[in-house]
Nanobody, 124 residues
Framework: QVQLVESGGGLVQDGGSLRLSCAAS????????MGWFRQAPGKEREVVAA????????YYGAAVKGRFTCSRDHAKNTVYLEMNSLKPEDTAVYYC?????????????????WGQGTQVTVSA
């Protein structure tokens, strides 16, 4: 079992920045690929970023590429999502997810472990 706890969400103005953290516990963190997903009201869940177990391969969704940065710190068992130039359309609940394996996955159904989510609201 892997337990995930997100933090860092909040209310920010258009153009602002936030950093989300996802702290993992329960199993060897380094053996897991991690993903960040978001879901806005009335919309389907979408992948924001995904990072492989070693942290040297990272995928970004088209909507956030160039603005968001995903990283992981094995010593702290934590994955981060640095979000810059935020837009109102980034407003959503953001979730981190974990799946055992070396590579990242883009389909949320491939991640068996999920955090509780953290709300990000970007005001115009």
């Amino acid at each position: 079992q892997v337990q995930l706890v997100e933090s860092g969400g909040g209310l920010v103005q258009d153009g602002g920045s936030l950093r989300l953290s996802c702290a993992a516990s329960g199993r060897t963190f380094s053996g897991y690929a991690m993903g960040w997903f978001r879901q806005a009201p009335g919309k389907e869940r979408e992948v924001v970023a995904a990072i492989n177990w070693s942290g040297d391969m990272i995928y970004y969704g088209a909507a956030v590429k160039g603005r968001f940065t995903c990283s992981r710190d094995h010593a702290k068992n934590t994955v981060y999502l640095e979000m810059n130039s935020l837009k109102p359309e980034d407003t959503a609940v953001y979730y981190c997810a974990a799946a055992y394996g070396a590579t990242w996955y883009l389909n949320g159904n491939q991640y068996p472990y999920w955090g509780q989510g953290t709300q990000v609201t970007v005001s115009a």
